[in-house]
């Protein structure tokens, strides 16, 4: 039985038709958030992640229906070309985007992170991407990087 | 969960309850990282139970008391939970699977079925703690955490409300995870608190999961009682330890390999335990 | 060492990468991120035997339910005999694999697929597809597959198509034999001799993109086919081949590539999604699950390397003796070339006049192997790695004055260049970069390798114990002689230029490091620079990601494009000017005249150029046919803590010190090493196939098959030590594989550095350490 689904994305205020059985991933993609991806579906990758009121959690193991009337962050939400947000300007001048297929779930963890620590330890960067799985970089460019971010937010940099 | 048709929002416990109670093939749902993952299940109707206010973190009388559908991450971040067992509780949630799990898992959902690989049942364990439940006539129960587990989790139709953590922080506590990569699956999880009274243990709790569902290991416990912390008979609790565990398949690794680690780990804790209370 | 390092004004600068930002603001770039109207979606039935006969399949019930559109099985679908190795032509990989067999070979095999109009639908439909099998023995052992009674290719027509050895009556897919010097008398003259034998372990890829291929009929009724392919053209040939259609109706797209590392350079789900749009007229996508990633896509080649050396008392290696069994799985992806590599890139890396070379690929029942980062190198190197600590212990000098005395060094050439190739003979080559000397001390330095007894000494307790370890590793740039790589470029009226390349930028952020070289040569910035990657219909051809060539020989191609258009600039302001060519100069984007002060910009004769003066459109087109293999090299070292009650192998320092010739863009050359090196570890650690007794793999999913996340990590340090490679584009080499192959030696050696056993079955889990530690006591 479908249902309609009441959900703000990046600040817009949505009704949407689901299916119960629907999970948050799939829908987010058949409406248009591809940068919202599928790597697993397991919930192991971390490449769905998302925000979801104030909580970077993995969109391929939830129900759409899971999100009534929630605030959801993707990638698309929190920067533009000419603003970018301070953490993918990070990713982007620490060349530690390489495929890039887990950056938008990466990005959003470390969101998640420095909007309630702004001034994380390296071991605190760690925890908060530790499901975030990247082949590409080794992981240890993207510390850094969420590391520079937090210091552009404090504007320290 | 393809088989789901209905996704219900009730407005408060009661209507909860009717709703299951009103089709056969009824689940609630809080965090759903289990559910939404699970292909063979009947379910037609979840019930969302994530706004009903069960997930509140109260420090009160010597216990903590933790809502249901309060996240691991709520949970690790409380203050009230690094308070229980000396952080012993906090640490369990640390190694409970990655963040983005951790921001959706809830304590409920971590204990209501027996999953051998999830987190915090040895700490209940090891915490006398109680879980309160509501049964689907609204009749509410406080059970301890070892009869929770032994009688294999929540019956059908069964809510957990609540868990009453004791805090218990003049024992000792003691908990490790050991797995292939720190998010893995466990391959075995023990946890291990002792009552300490001038230089003799008093009493103590030692459970573990994954090499079996989770337990209490009441033979070993027994054995510790009395001795003397100086003089810990290591060899002889092995012995019992040893003989009190049925070590199940796993097809990631052997059960004599698990059967050392468990000997290890418990080693340690014991030889940490009279670091702590030298 | 060499004495000139290129300081470039675009290179060896970490511009940012072209695409970085709009990945970061996830954009819709990649092959499913397109949506197509009435898209059918394909699922595949897989053989749940590793060994059987399809006696009969039923589809009847199946293509009842609604929305079914159609279902291919062997009994339906193309039938041609080819490889899905997605290598030049001629393959030199077997002919042995069709879409569908009547046989199945492993777990995990395609039965049938299903196209329908939603995945669930798709799904649904598989369970009522009715199978009968006929199960037979199946074979896995590697090292008893030869000869054994159990045969998998019987089936008679299975052949290469260039003249190599196979036998695939005696599950034998490939023989490489080849011999330097005198093996015998080698052996005779030296003071030790070590053998070692050494297996390594099935392992994934794991891009974070499974494969995925999206095919549509276009508006000239022309077959697209959008793919995550590391080959665009191989794929294109390879499609012609299959569907039996002119390759002219074809049209490969590569957009964004979620990472590929080998596993797409396979062509697998292209052939399923073309051979049902190009019957249905309609588009399908076909999208790897990440069980289907782990048990039908692409493996590491598991081997049984043995190993035997022969060293002098002052250090003198006087005969490496290799013999490989390299099991392929049921079909021979690289079967032959993984193998050659195995010994061609590894034996040149030490000095040695007798060295000998024996290697052969079987069939087995398990999953196939393929290209994977590394290629063979990682294979041999865990052999090569442990037999040459071994030696220097032997003589009683330290592992690292080992190498340093050992290792190849500029202008010197090896034996096995000639003797090795790709499955048949290679191309002779002198070295001309290498950094190996400094890349050995630097990395000595930063972990404190001259230390190492004393740091042991204090960090080691009754039952946590250090060590250090240390390994050299050598790898190609591109396969000399047979790739060719092109691109095309044009000026546009701003002074910019396009640049289109066949070059297929996966995510290793080629689109960049070619800008980057083609602007070095024009003296205009990378961001002057707008690359298109790849597209059979718009770009040049290009063998692919593979064979660590991009750089290296793209790159060259890319200088020969920007010296073509420099002429072209000059001669068009010689005109346009009326002066001399010879007295022109290229500066700041201008063509300058000195003597008479005249001058044009690059703008000026962008716009000039089409509309008002001699109008012409200036661009070019250029390619580079690989000559030689200049070898990047790298010296790894581990600092480790062993466990030895609980067998847990603990990390604590990594360095990497490498030897890239000119590192064009130093971040991405970073990132290519830090990579390679977690995946590499990962692979060493906690990296495995668990299989059961009838072959099926237990652990197909990242919850059961483990692979670090940024918790697990150790400090790694990355030390660039640049040389510079007189054939590379302003002196680069390749970066993108050899890091890989580090981790596997280097923590077998630490962990003999710390407890004296040595390992020679990776991973290096804590049950398996614990139960080496223990037999050891025994």
Redesign the interface.
């Known amino acids: ?1 479908s ?1 309609i689904l009441h959900v703000t994305i990046n600040g817009e205020q949505k009704e949407i038709s689901i299916e ?2 629907e ?1 948050l991933l799939d829908v987010l993609r058949r409406v248009g958030y591809k940068g919202v991806k599928r790597g697993c ?3 192991a990758c ?1 490449t769905c ?1 998302i925000i979801l009121n104030g ?4 969109s ?4 759409a ?2 999100a ?1 009337n929630g605030e959801i962050t993707t990638i698309e939400g929190i920067g533009t070309r000419d603003n970018p947000h301070p953490i993918q300007q990070a990713f982007v001048d620490e060349g530690v985007v390489q495929c890039g297929f887990c950056i938008p779930g990466m990005i959003l ?1 470390a969101k ?1 992170l420095l909007d309630k620590n702004p001034n994380p330890t390296e071991e605190e960067i760690s ?6 799985l990247c082949r590409c970089t080794g992981y240890s460019g993207q510390i850094k990087a969420v590391k520079a971010a937090a210091e552009a937010i404090r504007g320290e940099k | ?7 219900l ?1 009730p407005s408060d416990l009661s209507q909860a309850l009717i709703l299951y109670a009103e089709h056969e093939e009824s689940a609630y ?1 809080a965090g ?6 699970e292909s063979r299940n009947n379910t037609k109707r ?1 019930i ?1 139970i ?1 706004r009903l206010g069960l997930n509140e973190i109260i420090d009160g009388n010597g216990e903590v008391q933790v809502g249901a559908t309060a ?1 691991i ?1 709520e949970m690790y971040s409380s203050p009230e939970i690094s308070k229980v067992g000396n952080g012993v509780l906090k640490k369990a949630c ?1 190694l409970i ?5 951790r ?2 898992i809830t304590l409920g959902g971590n204990i209501s079925r027996l999953y051998t690989w999830v987190g915090l049942p040895v700490v209940l364990l090891t915490l006398d703690a109680e879980v309160e439940i509501m049964n689907l006539h609204g009749e509410r129960k406080r059970v301890p955490a070892a009869d929770h587990f032994a009688n294999g989790g929540v019956k059908d139709g069964d809510l957990i409300l609540k868990v009453r953590f004791p805090v218990r922080n003049a024992w000792f506590h003691s908990y490790e995870k ?1 797995s ?6 466990t391959w075995l999880t023990i946890a291990f608190a002792a009552e300490v009274k001038d230089g003799k243990i008093t009493d103590a709790r030692l459970a573990v999961s994954r090499i079996t569902k989770a337990t209490r290991l009441k033979a070993v416990e027994n054995a510790l009682i009395g001795q003397e912390i100086a003089n810990i008979d290591v060899e002889s609790l092995l012995t019992v330890l040893e003989s009190s565990v049925d070590i199940v398949k796993d ?4 059960k004599e ?1 698990r059967r ?2 468990l000997g ?2 418990f080693k340690r804790m014991i030889q940490k335990l009279q670091e702590e209370t030298k | 060492m060499t004495e000139k390092i290129y300081k470039g004004r675009v290179v060896t600068k970490s511009v940012p990468k072209k695409d970085a930002l709009s990945l970061a603001m996830g954009k819709p770039m990649y092959t499913d991120d397109m949506d197509f109207k009435d898209l059918l979606h394909v699922k595949m039935l897989r053989s749940p035997h590793a060994h059987a006969i399809i006696e009969d399949i039923d589809t009847s019930e199946a293509e009842k339910l609604l929305g079914v559109v159609d279902i291919l099985t062997y009994k339906n679908s193309s039938q041609v005999l080819h490889t899905s190795a997605g290598q030049g032509f001629p393959e030199p990989s077997p002919y042995d694999t069709r879409l569908f067999n009547k046989k199945v070979k492993f777990v995990g095999e395609r039965v049938a697929a299903v196209a329908a109009e939603s995945v ?1 639908i798709a799904e649904k439909a598989l369970n009522l597809i009715k199978v009968k099998y006929t199960i037979l023995e199946p074979i896995f052992d590697h090292d008893k597959a030869i000869g054994n009674e159990v045969i998998i290719h019987d089936e008679d027509e299975s052949k290469y198509i260039i003249p190599v050895f196979y036998d695939p009556k005696k599950n034998h897919a490939s023989h490489i034999d080849a011999e330097t010097g005198d093996i015998e008398q080698g052996f005779a003259e030296a003071d030790h001799i070590v053998e070692k034998t050494v297996r390594n372990h099935y392992g994934q890829h794991c891009p974070l993109e499974p494969h995925i291929s999206v095919a549509y009929i276009d508006d000239y009724d022309r077959l697209v086919v959008r793919t995550a392919t590391q080959v665009p053209f191989h794929c294109r040939r390879i499609l012609a081949q299959i569907l039996e259609i002119p390759l002219s109706q074809i049209r490969v797209i590569k957009p964004r590539i979620g990472g590929g590392f080998g596993t797409k350079q396979e062509i697998i789900t292209e052939p399923i999604v073309a051979s049902f749009t190009w019957k249905l007229k309609r588009p399908v996508k076909f999208e790897f699950t990440r069980k289907e990633e782990f048990i039908s896509a692409r493996t590491r080649h598991p081997m049984t390397t043995q190993f035997k050396a022969g060293v002098k008392k002052d250090g003198t290696i006087t005969a490496m003796d290799m013999k490989v069994i390299s099991n392929t799985g049921a079909y021979g992806s690289h079967a032959l070339t993984v193998l050659s590599n195995t010994g061609s890139k590894t034996l040149p890396l030490y000095h040695c006049d007798n060295i000998r070379f024996i290697g052969d690929t079987v069939y087995t029942n398990l999953p196939v192997a393929g290209a994977y980062r590394g290629y063979g190198g990682t294979q041999a190197s865990l052999a090569m790695e442990i037999v040459m600590d071994d030696l220097a212990k032997a003589i009683g000098m330290d592992p690292a004055k080992f190498r340093l005395m050992n290792h190849i060094k500029a202008g010197e050439t090896s034996p096995i260049f000639k003797a090795l190739g790709e499955g048949t003979e290679g191309v002779e080559q002198t070295v001309d970069s290498v950094g190996l000397t400094e890349c050995i001390n630097q990395g000595a330095d930063a972990i404190n390798w001259w230390n190492r007894e004393e740091i042991k000494k204090k960090n080691s307790t009754d039952t946590v114990k250090r060590g250090f370890g240390l390994v050299c590793v050598m790898q190609g740039s591109s396969i000399p002689d047979i790739d060719m790589a092109a691109g095309y470029c044009k000026m546009n009226e701003d002074g910019t230029f396009n640049l289109l390349v066949g070059a297929t930028d996966i995510g290793t952020g080629s689109d960049t490091i070619l800008a980057q070289i083609f602007a070095e040569g024009l003296g205009i910035d990378a961001s002057d620079v707008l690359v298109t990657s790849s597209d059979t219909d718009t770009t040049p051809f290009d063998t692919g990601a593979y064979a660590s060539s991009t750089t290296y020989l793209t790159g060259q191609a890319c200088i020969n494009l920007a010296m073509k258009v420099k002429k072209q600039l000059i001669d068009y302001t010689a005109t346009v000017l009326s002066v001399p060519k010879d007295e022109l100069e290229i500066k700041n984007k201008t063509v300058i005249h000195k003597k008479s002060g005249k001058q044009m910009t690059f703008a000026e004769i962008g716009t000039k150029s089409y509309y008002s003066e001699n109008q012409t459109q200036i661009g070019a087109v250029a390619s580079e046919l690989s000559k030689k293999s200049p070898p990047p090299f790298i010296a790894h070292y581990a600092e480790i803590d062993v466990d030895i ?3 847990r192998v603990t990390v604590l320092k990594y360095v990497a010190a490498v030897d890239c010739g000119t590192p064009i863009n130093p971040k991405l050359v970073i990132g290519q090493v830090e990579g390679a090196l977690v995946n590499g570890l990962c692979y060493a650690l ?1 990296e495995q196939y ?1 299989f ?1 007794d009838k072959g099926k793999m ?2 197909p999913s990242f ?2 098959y ?4 940024t ?2 990590l150790p400090t790694i340090e990355t030390i660039i030590v640049p040389t510079y490679e007189p054939s590379g584009p302003w002196g680069a080499k390749s970066v993108a594989e050899v890091n890989i192959s580090g981790p596997m030696p280097v923590l077998s050696n630490a962990i003999f550095d710390a407890i004296g056993i040595r390992l020679t079955e990776p991973p290096y ?3 398996r350490v ?2 080496a530690i223990q037999e050891q006591k025994k």
């Open positions: 039985m249902q119960p059985d999970l579906k397991e919930g971390g992640t909580y970077a959690v993995k391929c193991i939830m129900l229906a899971q009534e963890s998640n925890f908060a991407l530790d499901g975030n | 969960m393809k088989n789901v048709t209905e996704y929002y749902i759903g990282t289990h559910l939404a993952a979840l969302d994530t996240t991450t640390q699977a990655d963040t983005p799990l921001n959706a050991f292939l990569t720190t998010a893995d699956y097809f990631r690794v052997s390999y050392q680690l290890v780990l | 669930k009650e609980t067998g906690s668990i059961n237990m652990n919850g059961n483990k692979i670090m996340t918790i697990d889990t804590p049950d614990l139960k």
